[in-house]
Structures are given as structure tokens and as C-alpha cells.
């Protein structure tokens, strides 16, 4: 399928799923990488503190949809809208910005810094946003205690376990106090005992700060933790709450 080169302008109103109290949205968004079609029309609504996830087989679009949404991959037509913002109109620093102030990310691995300790990996975004570097720390320590991993403070990510260092994770996307966090696949590395509680801990968490979440998982123990399920299928959303 290939996207017309001029997308009309879509706005939130015109969004089949979208309404008046979206945090975000995705209207029809199609993303191509050479010839295999990611995104056919995916269109998604996110309302601010919503715990939603996204779920569909393999290849189905999910990541790229995330990915989107994130303003990290440029949709080749269809537009996302963050607030009154709509990514595909803000330059590349804008959209940066944007990530680093209100966007939180928690991947399937891989993700933190093994040179620092855990405590300085929660605090690196909070120093990148210009917070002094004892204050930097006080919030890190306390997002850790949160998450029930204050004991790993001290220690790199190379000496915790995968459920400790994925928590570590989840406290560092959580410290910002984003408006919206991205988890792709966030417990795809751990058993199940510990997927759970680090789904229990990451939407407590964002319940607590009203941060909504955007989580691809293939797993509906996972998704259970969710408000709704959206499900994408050759690259299009279907909501199965619908
Ligand atoms: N950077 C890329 N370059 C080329 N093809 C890509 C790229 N990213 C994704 N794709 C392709 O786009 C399609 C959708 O990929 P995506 O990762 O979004 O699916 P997914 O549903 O998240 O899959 P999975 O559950 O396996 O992670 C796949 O066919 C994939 O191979």
C-alpha cells in the first residue's frame, strides 16, 4: 500500500477515535520501511493517566504504532497529536524536547547505563533537564524506593538481577513525572513473577503521578493491567473494548 504524498491535514475532531479529552492520538497513521508496509491506517486514542496496551501477532505494527506516537519514527501519512501539538509539524529538536519533558520510556532491555550506578541512571534525566545534581539524586532515591529497589541504589546494572534492573528502568522513566509513558515489550525479558509485579509497580506508579502509559505486550497477563486493549492487525488498529 502506498501513502499519498500529501496527507490532508487531520485534526483530533475528524479522528475516528479520538475526542475532546485526548492526551494523544494517532488518525490514520501509515508508515512504510521500503516495501513492507509497518502502519496501514492506524489510528489510536490515548486519554491523559489511560493505561492502554497495544497487542496484535508479530509484525503487526506495534512497535512502529509506539514508536509514532513517541515522535520517534515519522509517520509517511496520518499525523499524531500530542496536546494542541501535532508532531509531524514540530522540528526535530522540538520533538526531542518533547521527549525528554514529557514522555518516559521503558524497553524490553538493554536500556540502562552500565557504567553508572542505578541510582545515577534514575537521576541522568533529571540532570539532562538541568536539576542539580543533589536534588537530582534525593528524587532518583525516592523513585527507587518506590518501586521497592532503593537497596540497588548503589550498585551498575551488570550486579542486579533482570527484574531489579527492569524496575531500576521503570523508576527512571517514572522520575520526570512524564505525562505519558512508553513501555515496548517491558516485562518480555522477565519470568512471569516477576513480569507481574513490575506491571504492578509500573501502573501504580502512573497512577499515582497521572502519567498515562502506552505498553506493547503479546502477553494478556500483561495487558490485563491495562484500562484497554487495542489490538493491530496488518498494521491497522482494531479496539477491542469496541
Ligand atoms: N526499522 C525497520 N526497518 C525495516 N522494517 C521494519 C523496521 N521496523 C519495523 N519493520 C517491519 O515493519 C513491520 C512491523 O514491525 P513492528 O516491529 O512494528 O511489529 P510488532 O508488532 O511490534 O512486532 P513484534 O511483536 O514482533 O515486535 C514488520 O514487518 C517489521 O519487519
Known sequence: MTAP????????????????????????????????????????????????ALMGPSGSGKSTLLHCLAGIVRPDA????YG?????????????????????????FGQLVPELTCAENVALPLRLAGVGRR???????????????????AKRPGEVS???????????????EPKVVFADEP???LDSLNGEQVMRLLTEAARETSAAVVLVTHESRVAAYSDREVVLRDGRTTDAAS
Open 135 to 153: 536534588d537530582a539524586r534525593a528524587r532518583a532515591l525516592a523513585a527507587l524506593g518506590r518501586l521497592g529497589v532503593e537497596d540497588v541504589a
Open 187 to 189: 516485562t518480555g525479558a
Open 84 to 108: 494542541p501539538h501535532r508532531l509531524s509539524a514540530l522540528s526535530e529538536s522540538a520533538r526531542s524536547a518533547l521527549r525528554r519533558g514529557d514522555f518516559g520510556f521503558v524497553f524490553q
Open 78 to 81: 496520518g499525523e499524531v497529536h
Open 5 to 52: 504524498e500529501h496527507a490532508p491535514a487531520v485534526t483530533l475532531a475528524e479522528a475516528p477515535l479520538a475526542g475532546p479529552g485526548a492526551l494523544l492520538a494517532a488518525v490514520e497513521v501509515r508508515k512504510a520501511f521500503g516495501a513492507t508496509t509497518a502502519l496501514a491506517g492506524a489510528s489510536l486514542r490515548v486519554d491523559a493517566g489511560e493505561v492502554v
Open 162 to 176: 533482570g527484574g531489579q534492573g527492569q524496575r531500576v528502568a521503570v523508576a527512571r522513566a517514572l522520575v520526570t
